[in-house]
């Protein structure tokens, strides 16, 4: 691998200090305690000014429908976003509110639980299996134990013939970029709340096992499949992997 591609990560946390550093050192003046949860304070600033540019880069990969401007409201009655982080809600909800979902109306509905938080997510909307189809879109990569928290959310709220959309940036197959995904993660996690750019997502999703109504582990996919960005280079520290996956019935 490059070495100009493996110490790309510098020029990313560069911009990001440069558009995030004193926005969050002002929200810290004026409310200390956020000391505590500064790499999220500081996340929030970098979303806000690179959430429009990601995404049209990924515009290509992303057109079935991961983000709320994606969808067809003749067919999406109701939008769930799942956001931990308060402080990027109301972009959030200004963003759906463009798009045609209202909390007023309840075809919006955020709430400030992780997607580990199975059964807060059941309690607000009800169970079992709620959802028909649960999208995720490079938020995979800063949750603690994705494997655990995405099969849990299949099982438990996801209904039978539902759907799961991705598009994250993951584990690269080439050994060369894996290992300086592996190395650069403990550092790029500090300034990102939590991003891992070593996660095998798509890896996890494909391979997830439910048990059948005899005790036997089957795939917990009637269809699947994967696909990447058009022109990524192979030497990407962020390999983005997109995916369909239908629930067995």
Not at 59 to 70: A, E, L, N, S
Not at 77 to 95: D, W
Not at 145 to 172: A, C, M, N, W
Request: hydrophobic fraction near 40%; charge should be negative; aromatic fraction near 10%.
């Amino acid at each position: 691998m490059k070495l100009s591609a493996a110490f790309a990560l510098f020029s990313d946390l560069n911009t990001a200090m440069r558009v995030a550093f004193l926005p969050t050192l002002k929200d810290i003046c004026q409310n200390p305690s956020l000391i505590f949860h500064v790499s999220r304070t500081f996340m929030s600033h970098v979303w806000a000014a690179f959430a429009a540019p990601t995404d049209e880069n990924g515009r290509p990969v992303k057109r079935f429908g991961h983000t709320i401007q994606y969808l067809d409201g003749t067919k999406v009655t109701k939008y769930v976003a799942l956001e931990p982080n308060v402080r990027m809600h109301s972009g959030l909800r200004q963003t759906a509110e463009t798009a045609g979902f209202h909390e007023s109306d309840g075809s919006l509905v955020i709430l400030s639980c992780g997607a580990e938080d199975t059964m807060q997510i059941l309690k607000a909307l009800g169970s079992p299996h709620p959802v028909d189809t649960i999208t995720s879109i490079l938020t995979l990569c800063s949750i603690p134990s994705p494997d655990r928290v995405i099969t849990s959310l299949v099982r438990d709220v996801l209904k039978p013939g539902g759907q799961v959309l991705f598009y994250e940036h993951v584990l690269s197959p080439r050994a060369d970029v894996a290992w300086w995904q592996r190395f650069w993660t403990p550092l790029w996690s500090v300034f990102l709340d939590g991003c891992r750019l070593d996660c095998p997502t798509h890896l996890h999703i494909r391979e997830m096992k439910d048990v059948d109504k005899d005790g036997k582990e089957v795939s917990m996919w009637d269809e699947g499949e994967t696909w990447g960005k058009p022109d990524e280079p192979e030497e990407n520290l962020w390999w983005h992997q997109a995916g369909r996956f239908v629930k067995h019935a």
